[in-house]
């Protein structure tokens, strides 16, 4: 590795407003996705996913974009400024191919970011020259055996006879490892149990010696068919020096401040399959005849579509806001991060699921409209359990809720997010990778927001009445959940517990909503908010009521609108090929 000494690293500077011209140009590169004789349109990317296959032309149309640019902090030559229009550019690749989204960048995304939260210079540089160069990296966390529980893993790094650190053991249903030139591998490096057993490493895999590595046959999926989840199996393997990310031991650390970053992008990529989805589903009902008219006019599928979208802008809405908390509170990000991965996969599923039905019978047939949906609904699959799992996510807040309820909401001095968390045209502060913490320290500055938005709206404000209702919700929490006794907060908690970490989710999501109507940012009727905190209280089982007609028929003619404008389904409302 690169001595720390010979880089001359700047510092990172206040970011800009959002970059809508990178989505914008990514899309005009993929072209209309209906051209049958498109390389990259949606027969290209069926046929691709039939024969298990990445893009071929796809990948090539984003290495010559130089996405990977994205992906590296600015001031390591990159583009990464912000990570909501890292979203953004991730989230038109994840509209055109989900499986390019995450086989392509989304892989050595999740890789890189241990690198720049606690790589040293040389070790930063390193990387990002590689990246900058095309090349790919995968993350190798995942060992079958012991599925998200980091500290059991059993691939072990520990010195040999000469001194040198020596690999020993596999990890399974790893992403591009095959294709990767560069692997972020954790391992246990100290035989003795702990937080502090377990260590990343930087490898160059064209550096490892070729007979004490042995790739593992591919694993097969029903979903995400063109991304190749390999294996990898080490004996005795050498590793360089100064291989070791960050301190000796500090591996779990790194992955809990990391997954900060992974938990909140890749959920927000993902909303771009959501997209795809409810644009194939809509333009399915359409040509539709039924009882004489059109599927998309019956009085079901007006409400099937109209929620669905809904929750597309919950879901962005929430992730969005997140994504700038990283910003304005990184040492908070780790609770909203956990709460956006637990929260959002799920309903990108449900959604996906719902839309299929809108099909019928025909979503069995292999014709028309249903070969792409049928692609979708496996690919959105992997989101709930691929990185993190929903019940991994809900147990990293778990600790932490107890003294949120004591500290955080009950202390009426406690700061709330800064406004620009909730403007998406506003600039932020530089991204702070260093920032990023593995503890909030019982603080809660999005749940602060509700508080403080609330009451100083008008009382004749369309949403102040929702705003009171979810603070009283908070209220009610905070009683519930400040007496958890630490036998109910660990791995074993009875499901009560978990459920009061649902209901923090809900409360940070409906804070995320209002806030962001609130800030002035969004344009449009108050039914667009109301029509969100109504399928928000439906995904937490406080009711199982339809969206009501004065919240439904204005965000349905929005839907139609964009539609027929071919605009994006999401918050950007940005011009789309898909």
């Given at each position: 590795m690169t001595s720390a000494s010979t880089v001359r690293e700047p510092g990172p500077r206040p970011t800009a407003a959002p970059d809508g011209e990178a989505v914008d140009h990514l899309e005009k590169l993929f072209g209309d996705a209906g051209d049958p004789a498109g390389p990259v349109g949606r027969a290209a990317v069926l046929a691709a996913d039939d024969r298990a296959e990445m893009l071929g032309a796809g990948e090539e149309l984003l290495t010559a974009h130089g996405l990977n640019a994205h992906f590296v902090p600015v001031e390591l030559g990159g583009r990464l400024a912000r990570l909501d229009d890292l979203v953004r550019v991730m989230r038109a690749v994840y509209r055109r191919d989900p499986c390019l989204g995450l086989g392509y960048g989304a892989g050595s995304f999740m890789a890189a970011v241990n690198v720049w939260t606690a790589g040293d210079a040389g070790q930063r540089a390193v990387l990002a020259r590689r990246l900058l160069a095309g090349g790919r990296a995968a993350c190798a966390y995942h060992e079958l055996d012991h599925g998200n529980d980091l500290t059991r893993a059993d691939l072990t790094a520990l010195p040999g006879p000469d001194g040198r650190l020596r690999l020993n053991g596999r990890k399974e249903v790893v992403a591009n490892l095959r294709r990767a030139g560069t692997v972020v591998l954790f391992a246990r490096t100290d035989p003795a149990q702990g937080s502090r057993s377990h260590s990343q490493l930087l490898l160059d895999a064209g550096e490892l010696p070729a007979g004490t590595v042995r790739h593992l046959d591919r694993f097969a999926t029903v979903g995400m068919r063109g991304v190749q989840l390999g294996g990898i199996e080490f004996t005795d393997c050498p590793v360089p020096d100064g291989s070791v990310v960050g301190r000796p031991g500090q591996g779990v650390e790194?992955?809990?401040?990391?997954?900060?970053?992974?938990?909140?992008?890749?959920?927000?990529?993902?909303?771009?399959?959501?997209?795809?989805?409810?644009?194939?589903?809509?333009?399915?009902?359409?040509?539709?005849?039924?009882?004489?008219?059109?599927?998309?006019?019956?009085?079901?599928?007006?409400?099937?579509?109209?929620?669905?979208?809904?929750?597309?802008?919950?879901?962005?809405?929430?992730?969005?806001?997140?994504?700038?908390?990283?910003?304005?509170?990184?040492?908070?990000?780790?609770?909203?991060?956990?709460?956006?991965?637990?929260?959002?996969?799920?309903?990108?599923?449900?959604?996906?699921?719902?839309?299929?039905?809108?099909?019928?019978?025909?979503?069995?047939?292999?014709?028309?409209?249903?070969?792409?949906?049928?692609?979708?609904?496996?690919?959105?699959?992997?989101?709930?359990?691929?990185?993190?799992?929903?019940?991994?996510?809900?147990?990293?807040?778990?600790?932490?809720?107890?003294?949120?309820a004591r500290r955080g909401w009950r202390d009426a001095t406690a700061d709330p997010l800064p406004a620009d968390t909730f403007d998406a045209g506003r600039p932020l502060p530089a991204l702070d990778f260093g920032g990023l913490a593995v503890s909030a320290g019982g603080r809660d500055p999005l749940a602060r927001s509700l508080l403080t938005a609330t009451e100083a709206a008008d009382a004749d404000d369309p949403l102040t009445a929702s705003g009171r209702a979810w603070c009283a919700e908070l209220t009610a929490l905070t009683e519930d959940a400040a007496g958890l006794s630490p036998a109910l907060i660990g791995p074993d908690a009875p499901p009560y517990a978990f459920g009061l970490t649902t209901r923090w989710t809900g409360v940070l999501a409906a804070s995320a909503c209002l806030n962001t109507w609130w800030s002035g940012t969004t344009d449009g009727d108050p039914a667009v908010p109301l029509a969100l905190l109504h399928r928000l209280g439906a995904h937490l089982d406080h009711h199982r009521d339809p969206l009501p007609g004065d919240l439904a028929e204005p965000l349905h003619a929005e839907l139609l609108r964009r539609f027929d404008a071919g605009l994006t389904f999401d918050l950007d409302r940005r011009p789309t090929g898909a």
């Open positions: 790194t992955a809990l401040r990391s997954f900060q970053l992974t938990r909140i992008a890749l959920p927000g990529m993902t909303i771009g399959l959501l997209d795809t989805a409810l644009r194939t589903a809509l333009r399915g009902a359409r040509g539709r005849t039924l009882y004489g008219g059109s599927a998309a006019d019956l009085p079901l599928s007006r409400s099937l579509l109209t929620e669905v979208f809904a929750d597309l802008l919950l879901a962005d809405t929430f992730t969005m806001t997140a994504a700038r908390a990283v910003h304005t509170a990184p040492a908070r990000a780790g609770v909203y991060a956990s709460a956006v991965k637990a929260f959002v996969p799920t309903l990108l599923i449900r959604a996906v699921s719902r839309l299929s039905e809108l099909l019928g019978s025909q979503f069995y047939l292999r014709a028309g409209e249903q070969p792409l949906f049928q692609k979708l609904l496996r690919d959105v699959q992997p989101s709930a359990f691929g990185h993190a799992s929903r019940v991994s996510c809900l147990s990293a807040l778990l600790p932490q809720l107890p003294l949120t």
